[in-house]
């Protein structure tokens, strides 16, 4: 099953331009995580954010929770042509030792 | 320098055949992981194991097997009962959180599998 869904599928932005993801999923999560896929190679984990935190930041990065709309968002500011990856969020459910990822976001830096 | 590494880089199975990923980690990681991905999807979970020879179907186990002999490996077999194999297959693992298994994982760089 696949929990998570990501808005938009798609993302083209100029260098320097924010970019946001969001992510819903549908049942009670233990974290959610946010991790980067460049084209070709294994996933990256970039941050992890607890049920019981509402917002999180890591050097560019900032993801917000929302559980009772069961919802994230991860945004990128000052994006760069090196951030050009599609981005995933997983669900670490409560009560399954695995995470559910969504479908990603793919996103475009033009330089 | 430690890591997760996955073997081979592309395979090609025949009908009828089976084939085996090879999935190795040196990071001292419980958990291991099988995930499948298909173009311009995300990934799914095909098994995953906590523990030395203890191991869970995820949720698209039909089809594959796995082994879990030795901490730092765990093997993915595909079968010939998997009629659809073509994908990126990715292997990952993580350490014991403070919840079961809560924290991040850690990703080889795949095996892309292919039908002659």
């Known amino acids: 099953s696949q929990q998570g869904e990501e808005d938009p599928q798609a993302l083209s932005i100029q260098e320097g331009e924010n970019a946001t993801m969001n992510c819903s999923y549908k049942t009670s999560i233990n974290n959610l995580q946010w991790y980067r896929q460049n084209s070709g190679r294994g996933l990256v984990h970039l941050i992890l954010i607890r049920s019981n935190e509402r917002e999180k930041h890591s050097g560019r990065l900032r993801v917000t929770l929302d559980t009772s709309k069961k919802s994230s968002s991860l945004l990128i500011t000052a994006s760069r042509a090196a951030d050009t990856a599609s981005y995933f969020c997983a669900t670490m459910d409560t009560g399954r030792r695995a995470l559910t990822f969504g479908s990603g976001t793919r996103l475009q830096v033009q330089p | 320098d430690g890591g997760i590494t996955q073997s081979p880089k592309y395979l090609f199975r025949k009908e009828g055949q089976n084939v085996t990923l090879s999935c190795e980690q040196n990071l001292n990681h419980d958990a291991m992981y099988w995930y499948r991905q298909d173009p311009g999807q995300g990934l799914r979970l095909i098994y995953y194991?906590?523990?030395?020879?203890?191991?869970q179907k995820g949720d698209i186990a039909e089809g594959y097997s796995v082994s879990r002999e030795k901490k730092e490996s765990f093997p993915l077999t595909v079968t010939s009962a998997q009629k659809n194999p073509t994908a990126f297959y990715l292997c990952?693992?993580?350490?014991?959180?403070?919840?079961?298994?809560?924290?991040?994982?850690?990703f080889g760089d795949g095996t892309r599998l292919s039908i002659l």
């Open positions: 194991s906590q523990i030395v020879n203890d191991f």
């Open positions: 990952a693992s993580s350490m014991r959180g403070r919840a079961p298994f809560e924290g991040p994982q850690h």
